[in-house]
């Protein structure tokens, strides 16, 4: 059992390539940016927004964090856009806040909250963060106290820029043509036949982007009951190097599925977690058995732990 605490190996799961996105303006990942230094207009934050079918982003600088700041961004978002059906956030109180709960309920606006390492949820307004930073980071020029100024420019040339993913910018998949440039006007095509154009390939790219990556694996799924090990993310997050501290926690037990791969475990506490799938590889149970009756472990299986009468908690190796 402790040997495969000390596993090298990465859990089995890989993104299965759905969007799970039925249509456009459906989904909303939104999320903030910051803090920044002191802007000229009293911001410190940008609110952020990104459209989970086209990936275009909505943003505005803000001064603080709050519920009444999100409040207030949603309606701006709303009143463009229209009413969505799904907005993904992390768990910040601003965004489970009572105003915010109830403006979603009135508009049958469901809310999903992130859980840690759950990358699958909001990989698109993650790396749209980091596009904003870099892009203001560049146009600002070491004075950040002017950073404001710069984030209409820096949005538009996010949206107009070509996605590697799609290979067309959000701009063109939202509104299904390209943005009027000056220098980039061609008299020689009809605007009409380019258009004509336009309406097939965006028809051709929403479709899909609602199939399945070729490149996707099978899906990981576990029932309730069986046992589970669960990577120990904060090695890395905290930057320790002791090989000799296990990758794995557990085993632990799997006693509920819940939607979006999230899957709820107890360990020997009877404290229960829910956690992605990412982070979860099945426990060999044979090979642990296998390894107390050798004397290869000292003490007993966890495994006790969840079998049909353990003797004493004393016996569960913790």
């Known amino acids: 059992m402790e040997c495969q605490k000390y596993l090298m190996v990465k859990p089995a799961y890989k993104f299965d390539g759905k969007s799970e996105v039925s249509e456009i303006f459906s989904v909303w990942q939104i999320d903030f940016l910051g803090p920044f230094p002191l802007s000229r207009q009293g911001n410190r934050y940008i609110i952020v927004a990104v459209e ?22 949603l309606k701006k978002l709303m009143s463009i856009f229209g009413v969505p059906k799904h907005i993904k956030s992390d768990n910040g109180t601003c965004f489970r806040a009572k ?8 508009y049958r606006t469901e809310i999903d909250f992130n859980l840690p390492y759950n990358s699958e949820w909001m990989g698109m307004v993650e790396r749209m963060n980091r596009s904003i930073r870099y892009s203001l980071t560049k146009s600002c020029g070491g004075n950040f106290k002017n950073w404001c100024k710069f984030l209409d420019s820096s949005l538009m040339g996010i949206r107009v820029s070509i996605n590697s993913r799609t290979g067309y910018s959000p701009y063109f998949l939202l509104f299904g043509k390209h943005p009027y440039f000056i220098e980039t006007q061609d008299t020689t095509i009809s605007g009409l036949a380019i258009r004509n154009l336009e309406i097939i390939e965006i028809n051709d790219i929403r479709i899909g982007k609602e199939r399945e990556k070729k490149s ?3 899906n990981i799924n576990f029932e309730k009951g069986d046992l589970v090990l669960v990577l120990n993310q904060q090695l890395r997050k905290k930057g ?4 000799k501290a296990p990758r ?3 085993p632990m037990k ?9 899957y709820a475990v107890e360990n020997e506490k009877q404290v229960v977690y829910k956690l992605h799938v990412s982070r ?13 009756k050798e004397g290869s472990v000292e003490g007993k299986s966890s495994l006790l732990k969840f079998g049909e ?10």
């Open 52 to 73: 989970a079918l086209t990936g275009y982003p909505f943003a505005q600088a803000t001064g603080d964090q709050t519920s009444e700041t999100v409040l207030e961004f």
């Open 99 to 106: 105003n915010v709960t109830e403006l979603l309920k009135k």
């Open 216 to 218: 996707s694996s099978s």
């Open 240 to 243: 320790l190097h002791d090989k």
């Open 248 to 250: 794995y926690e557990g």
């Open 254 to 262: 799997i006693v509920d599925k819940i939607a979006n791969n999230i």
């Open 280 to 292: 979860l590889v099945r426990f060999n149970a044979r090979g642990a058995m296998q390894m107390v």
């Open 309 to 318: 009468q353990p003797n004493s908690k004393s016996e569960i190796i913790k």
